[in-house]
């Protein structure tokens, strides 16, 4: 009898682990094909769509700044990440078709700060040329590692110094530093949750190539 009760306690507990594990499982993929595809929820917001690059901070520049007009390119490489020649558009807007460089911040290799944000979904849907994926594995980063740009066939090296998270209310991240030449990556995270509650940022200063 006593064997028969153990026996059941343990079916019982293997059960409902299956269940979590399976939920586990699940979640994360309900989630992406929920809200990632429509570029996620922001908390402060929950029905901004994070794919245009005017809604990734709160008290920052005007949606009207984000003029898809008189548009230039540069390009972006994360040896670590895979990512290679990356499209950055200076001034754009839509997150699904290339890496944001957002207005007003400096160009590769001047004084000052040249931010770019870039989308992420769950890791495991990481795709280093889907540009909604592009930024999954960001958080993978860590100092020291080298980001590279080509800037109208300048290639510039900048090498990590810090990473932190801030609220999208946090806009001093967007701050100009006439110091030296700085790069920050912003990406939202945790990468695949659905609430979008935070932005990585990834702080990087160039270096002599």
């Given at each position: 009898?006593?064997?028969?009760?153990?026996?059941?306690?343990?079916?019982?507990?293997?059960?409902?682990?299956?269940?979590?594990?399976?939920?586990?499982?699940?979640?994360?993929?309900?989630?992406?094909?929920?809200?990632?595809?429509?570029?996620?929820?922001?908390?402060l917001n929950p029905v901004v769509d994070l794919t245009k690059a005017s809604n990734w901070f709160?008290?920052?520049?005007?949606?009207?700044?984000?003029?898809?007009?008189?548009?230039?390119?540069?390009?972006?490489?994360?040896?670590?990440?895979?990512?290679?020649?990356?499209?950055?558009?200076i001034g754009g807007e839509d997150l699904s078709k290339s890496l944001i460089q957002y207005p007003?911040?400096?160009?590769?290799?001047?004084?000052?700060?040249?931010?770019?944000?870039?989308?992420?979904?769950?890791?495991?849907?990481?795709?280093?040329?889907?540009?909604?994926?592009?930024?999954?594995?960001?958080?993978?980063?860590?100092?020291?590692?080298?980001?590279?740009?080509?800037?109208?066939?300048?290639?510039?090296?900048?090498?990590?110094?810090?990473?932190?998270?801030?609220?999208?209310?946090?806009?001093?991240?967007?701050?100009?530093?006439?110091?030296?030449?700085?790069?920050?990556?912003?990406?939202?995270?945790?990468?695949?949750?659905?609430?979008?509650?935070?932005?990585?940022?990834?702080?990087?200063?160039?270096?002599?190539?």
């Amino acid at each position: 009898m006593k064997k028969n009760i153990f026996l059941k306690v343990i079916a019982v507990i293997w059960a409902i682990s299956g269940v979590v594990i399976l939920a586990g499982v699940i979640w994360p993929i309900v989630s992406y094909q929920t809200f990632s595809k429509g570029g996620g929820q922001d908390l402060l917001n929950p029905v901004v769509d994070l794919t245009k690059a005017s809604n990734w901070f709160v008290g920052g520049e005007e949606s009207s700044a984000f003029s898809q007009s008189k548009v230039s390119y540069y390009n972006l490489s994360i040896s670590k990440l895979k990512i290679k020649d990356a499209v950055v558009a200076i001034g754009g807007e839509d997150l699904s078709k290339s890496l944001i460089q957002y207005p007003g911040t400096a160009l590769p290799g001047k004084k000052g700060n040249s931010v770019i944000f870039g989308h992420s979904v769950l890791p495991i849907f990481y795709n280093p040329k889907d540009y909604i994926s592009i930024f999954s594995t960001l958080p993978t980063l860590k100092i020291g590692d080298d980001i590279l740009i080509n800037y109208d066939n300048i290639f510039f090296k900048y090498r990590v110094e810090s990473m932190f998270e801030v609220y999208p209310t946090d806009i001093q991240v967007l701050q100009q530093d006439n110091s030296d030449s700085f790069l920050t990556l912003v990406t939202c995270v945790p990468p695949g949750d659905p609430r979008k509650a935070k932005r990585l940022i990834v702080r990087a200063r160039v270096v002599p190539l």
